[in-house]
């Protein structure tokens, strides 16, 4: 930002404030830095180089030196020498502040003027000089029109703007610092007040946007600070110890409130909130906080976008949700959420992941390294038996579509899910999509299978176990396909014997026990490659990109091949979308994903790695542009659109 603030607005404008221009702007930056470093480092060599006899320069001058001269400068030698050892043998374990040291998470000053009751807090660092903004920058600008589309949703947050993200950003950019905040404090009766905070690097510029936005109906004081107002309250601002405030007169108040240390908390000293941003990575460049209460009623009780992190956050036990974002160094986008549970509520509202007990993944190395998409998780007896307990028991969510299948099996199958059925399912399991075939135009050979693969089973007893679930399992798939289902009947797979039945031309459900492994797939390649022994998933590039440095031990892991899985979708006819047409390029540059749950007594943690593909790659990794479907031939009526409206987040509070 300090770049763009010693341009005109005229020419942010004509910049476009793009991603790719505020990247080149950090990257001047980052290399007049570098540039200057070398200077150094060039000017001390030639120094060092140019001093004669070493040796006896030395010795000339410790002859010139009085006594107590000498025993100082032999102290600081051995001084430097010592803190050269400690930088050399413990640097990992020094504060982040010192060179050498650990990473450090950006500053954050606007948290100690939020008010500690906040329900929400987001904070993005802007400090062009600080690494994560920069790659950050750089992952943006390899897909641009989806970051211009996340960016537009921004602009319409600051209460009193009617500007597109562009010419917000050529407003503020002038005065505007290296920390941006938004709060939503509560306000009574369900309602929120929203509050931002943003760092002001020129004090009469950011005045001068305060009168344009409040239009300075009302101007008073409060704790000696002025305070700019519109005719009703709903908008106001003033300059708090750095930053200019935004929001209602009343959030307004408050901040300057806590500024003033007298007698109003700060989310800054929050227990929960100090606690959380330490179980963070601290290689970030945007983070967000929901207090306990806060996580239940923008998650748990209000639908929106907000909802889908229920299963990471567990809302309704936990004392606090913290989310950094990031990226790696090779254009990752780094998300990472942490939960921590409440130990008087979790026991009540144990959540999906309660199921899953933590273990090593070994499965992925038996999978072919182009396998689509992989979820393992650990003991899958005890996790299927949680999960069908709490069917039993009512509950809803994750677990309530099994209650029917439960009452399934134990009518029409006479199986006996507790001693019979789960215990066979082994140590490890794991959900996998893999491909056909590598290409063509055949819409069977284009649509993968799904298998489902359990480790370490007793071969004998899943071999029993599988076998009486074949009855059920013929009986609930007629109604969905609309015809008879056959009988599963013994095929050979490979040399292994093998039970199967066609259930449609794409679908021939089949099982077998292939080694210690129990394997159901929606096609025997599935069983043919176990048996032959296909496997290397753990080995393949992006597999190991998107799942290093990942916990060791995990209660899920998940991968999912994007590139594949996109040109699959797009020759059984996603191409053919004008909607997915206008991004169809970019979401091919969106090369795989990656996600790992860890869940404790204590600690919910959720870690996902995005990767991106640059722009200017030498060698393209995604599959060609696809053929847009006649209608859309250039000429005709109907043309692909340039613009997509985004869609309605709906998050609570955040009208």
Known sequence: M????????????????????ILAAVRRRVEDARYAA????????????????PAAAAEGLRDRL???????????????????????????????????????????????LVPAAALAYVHLDLDPGRHQVVRL???????????????????????????????????????LGDEAALALLPAGGGATHRLWLLAVDDPVGARDFAGELTGRANVAEHRGI??????????????????????????????????????????????????????????????AYLSGEGAEELIAEAPGALSALAPFALPEAT??????????????????VRSLLDSGRVEAEPGFFGA????????????????????????????????????????????????????????AGGIDLEDGLLPALGAEAAFVIEPRAAGGDDLLAATPFLEFVASGV??????????????????????????????????????????????????????????????????????????????????????????????????????LDLRQLVAAAERLGLAEDPVYAAFSGEVRSLLALGVAVRRTSELLATDARLIVEPRDAETPLAPPEPELPRELDEGSELEPPTEIEPPDLELPGLP
């Not at 070398?38 to 006899?53: F, I, K, M, S, T």
């Not at 107590?68 to 504060?95: C, K, M, S, W």
């Not at 537009?152 to 005065?175: D, I, K």
């Not at 899953?356 to 299927?384: C, H, K, M, T």
């Open 2 to 21: 300090e770049e763009a603030a010693g341009l005109e607005p005229a020419q942010l404008a004509a910049a476009g404030m793009s991603p790719r221009g």
């Open 38 to 53: 070398e200077d150094l480092g060039y000017v001390a060599g030639r120094l060092v180089r140019r001093r004669p006899r």
């Open 66 to 112: 009085p006594p107590r001269a000498r025993t100082l400068l032999v102290a600081g030698v051995a001084g430097v020498a010592a803190i050269a050892a400690l930088f050399a043998f413990t640097g990992q374990h020094l504060p982040c502040e010192v060179p050498g040291g650990d990473s450090c998470p950006p500053p954050d000053n606007a948290a100690a």
């Open 137 to 175: 920058g750089e992952v943006a600008g390899r897909v641009p029109k989806l970051a211009e589309q996340l960016l537009g949703r921004s602009a319409e947050l600051v209460p009193g703007v009617e500007l597109t993200f562009t010419e917000l950003a050529v407003e503020l950019a002038p005065w």
């Open 226 to 287: 002025e305070i700019e107002a519109d005719g009703s309250g709903e908008l106001a601002a003033a300059q708090v110890s750095g930053f200019l405030a935004v929001g209602s007169e009343q959030a307004v108040r408050a901040v300057i409130d806590v500024g003033a240390r007298e007698g109003s908390a700060s989310l800054g000293d929050d227990p929960a909130m100090v606690e959380i941003r330490d179980e963070l990575p601290p290689e970030r460049a945007a983070e």
């Open 319 to 336: 004392r606090g949700v913290g989310i950094a974002l990031g990226a790696g160094e090779e254009g990752e986008l780094e998300l990472a």
């Open 356 to 411: 899953l007990d933590p273990f090593e993944p070994e499965l992925p190395q038996r999978f072919p390294d182009d396998s689509l998409a992989y979820v393992g998780f650990g003991d899958p007896g005890r996790a299927i038996g949680d999960l069908l307990a709490r069917a039993g028991a009512g509950e809803a969510g994750q677990a309530g579509g099994f209650e029917g299948f439960a009452a399934e099996l134990g009518g």
């Open 458 to 559: 007793d071969a004998d007893a899943a071999r029993e176990a599988l076998t009486a679930l074949e009855a059920p399992a013929v009986a609930a798939i007629a109604p969905v396909v609309g015809a008879r289902v056959p009988e599963f009947g013994p095929i050979e797979v490979a040399g292994v014997e093998a039970q199967s039945s066609r259930v449609s031309p794409a679908i021939e459900l089949t099982h077998a026990i292939v080694d210690d492994l129990a394997v159901i797939a929606t096609d025997p390649l599935g069983i043919e490659r176990l048996a032959e022994g296909s496997g290397g998933l753990d080995g393949a590039e992006m597999f190991e990109r998107a799942t290093a440095d990942f916990a060791d031990e995990v209660s899920l892991l998940a991968f």
